[in-house]
Structures are given as C-alpha cells and as structure tokens.
C-alpha cells in the first residue's frame, strides 16, 4: 500500500517470491541473494532455531556477524530507496530498477535479477550509490553463500517434511508449487484483525508509512483487504487442489496448541512426533504463546477503537467466522 492506494504486485516480483520459495524448499539457500543470507533477523530466529545458531556461528568464524554487514551496505542507499514498505512508488521503481534489474527470475541459472544483486557492481550507468551498495554487499557473499551451504542446505536435505513460513507472499505464490509438486501442502495461517492490528501498532518497523495518525483505521482497512483476497483466492485453489490446502486461526492455536498442532500433522498424514510434543512446552512458554496473549486488544483498544476495525473488517470477519462486537467484555472467536 502507498499512502492510501493499493499496489498490485506484479508478476515479476510473484515469480521472485516463488524462485526464492523453491531455492529453499529444493536445500539450496546458498544459491540466496547475499542480502537475505545476511539479515538482521537471523540472530532473533537463532533464539528458536538451532540451526540458525550454527549458522551464525560459522559466519562468526569466518570474522563476519551477520545483519552487521547489510545493515552497513543500506546506508548508501537509504536515501534513494525510502523507509521499508509504504515508500513512494517512485522510490521503490527506483530501487527494483537498479537492484534486480526488472528481469524475470523463471530464467534459468541463475536468474538475471538475483545475479544482478548477488555480486559486484557491473553496469557503469548505475548510480554511485547503488554501486557502492552492491560492492559493498559482495564483500560477505562467500562467507554467507558457505556458511548457508554447510547448516541450512545440508540439515534441509536430511529432512524428510521441508517446511517454510512465509509472511509477504500471497496467495498469488503457491499454485505454482501445488501444480508442480505432488507433495507441496499450503497451511493458511492468519489471525483475528483486532489482534493482528494491535501487533502492528507496537512493532512501529512493521508498518508501511500511511502520511497519517490515523493509524489504526488504516492498519485494519490494508490487513483485512489483504486476508480477504487471499481467502477468496484459496479457497479457488481449495476447489482445484483438494485435501492438499487448509487453515488455522492464530487464536484457534493458541487456545489449543497441542492439539492444533497435532491437526498439522493429521493435514500432512503424519503422527505428531514424540519430540515435538517433548519440546512443545518449553517452546510455548519461551515465545510467551497464550490465550489471554491472543485477546490482549480486548485491555488495549477501547470500545471505539474496537467498533473501527470491525467496521474495516467486517467482510473478512464474517468470512472467517470471528465474532463481531464492539464491547471489549463480549466473547471472541465461535
């Protein structure tokens, strides 16, 4: 969303998402461009992934932390390039133009656009700025393009359910897996707008730059439009792809974690593993996961608050079976 105008992903962009999607489901993350290898968040998912903990030490002895890098390199480009999701059209075009180069990534080996922002600068009309960055990225390439192929690449190949969470793609990205791979099963995770809403009016770095303080209207209007068109759109894939697509409510799960996630199990045909439901408890109580976290909004939002994003969402709401009601005492979910 720009300033209060949606923008259509175009196709190009859904093919990135799906050509990055398959590098990891097919083990071959090394294969990544250097900036998602060395992201800030990675040493927040080593906190509940060990194996992102190996891969931060592997960087570690090769004299590199990763996120420091990038989290450099953006600098030369922050001015050219805007704030994270909500920029200016213009800034965005900007950027996709010098950093991946507008190419299709369906082409073969490997595709242009990541080739293009993978390496060394090699276009002597791109901007200083754009050359600084990409000089500047490649310096770490070996170090994370190894470090991924040693953890990431090798413990993905000895697994025998390979599974990714993915919160940017929509529901644009996954037929091309479902009509590939015989085996590909799509879990449609989402939660209750109010809560939802709530999270993305704390965590300020998430949230697109909307050019007004009206910022709860605006987070439930972009949320529930986005849900609501991936819903109708699953459930055209549901029709096409059956008994290979489901859903499950964040709040559903947190009510029932156990037994949600043995559900999980049953979609894919396979017995909740004996260390899953071992380690479940400590992970449910390390990530604070719980019901009354779930319906937090209900202390935090007033009953006009509560109203406006009902009111945003009520199309979606009723989709989903959440309950409606503006007072913050009334139940939640059916």
């Not at 990205?173 to 209750?192: A, G, Q």
């Not at 209900?298 to 945003?312: G, L, M, P, V």
Request: aromatic share 10%; net charge positive.
């Amino acid at each position: 969303m720009f300033f209060n105008t949606f923008r259509r992903i175009p196709e190009e962009e859904i093919q990135a998402i799906q050509w990055a999607l398959e590098k990891i489901f097919s083990c071959d993350m090394a294969s990544l461009p250097p900036a998602m290898l060395d992201h800030v968040f990675w040493p927040a998912f080593a906190r509940v992934m060990p194996i992102a903990k190996d891969y931060l030490q592997c960087a570690k002895a090769a004299r590199h932390k990763i996120g420091r890098g990038l989290a450099i390199c953006q600098k030369f480009i922050r001015s050219s390039c805007g704030n994270r999701f909500g920029s200016k059209p213009d800034s965005m075009d900007l950027c996709k133009r010098y950093l991946w180069g507008n190419f299709s990534l369906m082409s073969k080996d490997p595709p242009k656009a990541v080739k293009y922002a993978s390496g060394v600068a090699r276009s002597i009309s791109m901007p200083r700025p754009f050359r600084t960055y990409t000089n500047c990225i490649a310096k770490a390439t070996k170090i994370v393009r190894d470090c991924a192929a040693k953890t990431f690449d090798k413990a993905c190949s000895a697994a025998t359910v390979r599974a990714v969470k993915t919160v940017r793609a929509t529901m644009d990205v996954p037929e091309y897996f479902l009509r590939k791979y015989p085996d590909f099963y799509l879990l449609h995770s989402f939660r209750d707008p109010r809560g939802a809403v709530l999270s993305r009016s704390k965590i300020k770095w998430s949230r697109g730059i909307f050019g007004s303080q009206n910022e709860i209207q605006r987070e439930a209007h972009v949320y529930c439009a986005n849900v609501l068109q991936d819903h109708i759109k699953r459930l055209r894939l549901e029709r096409k792809y059956q008994q290979r697509i489901t859903q499950i409510l964040y709040d559903d799960f947190v009510n029932t974690p156990l037994d949600s996630t043995a559900s999980v199990y049953q979609f894919l045909g396979a017995p909740i593993p004996d260390n899953v439901i071992l380690s479940f408890g400590k992970f449910h109580i390390s990530r604070n996961i719980s019901a009354s976290k779930a319906t937090q909004w209900r202390a935090e939002f007033n009953d006009s608050q509560i109203a406006t994003i009902e009111d945003k969402c009520q199309p979606l709401m009723k989709q989903m079976h959440i309950n409606m009601g503006s007072s913050n005492s009334e139940p939640n979910n059916s």
